[in-house]
């Protein structure tokens, strides 16, 4: 590779960063990417249904619902979102045998937090209230544990995201019901 000080790059294209790490330092990259990768495969095997919000398929297949009606769908990296004020929900399927969870993904955004005061429920009950991450830069899931009084013998449930009086829903990126 043929390298050249920064200042004969007048008028030329550039950008070509490279990562300087230790042989330790690379060998935790390695390992920290091989268990990530093993997460993923996990969570897509114990995957039950995954919803798109703001995909016009996904919405009409688990029977999307909202207050108000004319919700927009927020974008962004190309990726469609819901949220903001009032409701919004699904009718999503669950397993009636076993334990089960939803992963629901976000992206820390300047200052949407703030703004957050919502929670989630299934059919009516609430399972969790919205606490943002501080220590995520960029997009992050959030697991919430589904009550086996709320799932057993159905074999579908809805999940609601229900903004406070004054509040606000963050962007939801994607949700997932999955086996614990």
Do not use: C
Request: charged share 25%.
């Amino acid at each position: 590779m043929s390298l050249a000080p920064f200042y004969r790059t007048h008028g030329r294209t550039y950008s070509v960063y490279f990562d300087v790490l230790t042989p330790a330092e690379l060998d935790a990259r390695v390992a920290r990417a091989a268990a990530e990768r093993e997460r993923v495969r996990r969570v897509q095997a114990a995957t039950i249904a995954t919803v798109q919000p703001g995909d016009s398929p996904d919405e009409q297949k688990f029977g999307y619902r909202s207050e108000p009606a004319d919700r927009p769908v927020i974008r962004r990296e190309r990726l469609p979102a819901r949220g903001g004020a009032g409701w919004f929900s699904y009718d999503v399927p669950v397993d009636p045998n076993a334990d089960v969870a939803l992963i629901v993904t976000y992206l820390n955004d300047v200052g949407l937090p703030m703004l957050a005061d919502f929670e989630v429920q299934v059919d009516g009950t609430r399972v969790a209230r919205y606490a943002p991450n501080a220590n995520a830069s960029s997009w992050w899931d959030a697991r919430y544990d589904v009550p086996s009084s709320l799932t057993r013998g159905k074999s579908r449930v809805t999940v609601r995201f229900q903004a406070a009086p004054d509040g606000r829903i963050v962007p939801i990126y994607g949700m997932r019901v999955v086996r614990q």
